[in-house]
């Protein structure tokens, strides 16, 4: 994993982030043994439970968890749901 490929899987990402939308850090799970990082549609009303626009992408790397990230974000800008 390089800096240069970490730099461009956050540019992926900052392109592909909908306006209103907020991408929070990658943060290493050590009892999952895996990275994660949440983003989320904040102009959602608020309401108790789970937001209907939210998104968690996982991977064993840093880098692929900004790559998974980067890929789903595309797809709900483009107005699909990711897989």
Sequence with gaps: MTDEAL??????????TSPGWYVGQPGYEERHRQWSMHAFDMTETPVLG????????????????????ARCLAEIKAGRWPR
Excluded: F
Aim: charged residues 25%.
């Design 50 to 69: 789970k937001r209907s626009g939210e998104w968690t992408a996982v991977g064993p790397t840093k880098l692929h968890c900004l790559q998974v990230m």
């Design 7 to 16: 730099a461009a899987a956050w540019d992926e990402i900052h392109d592909n």
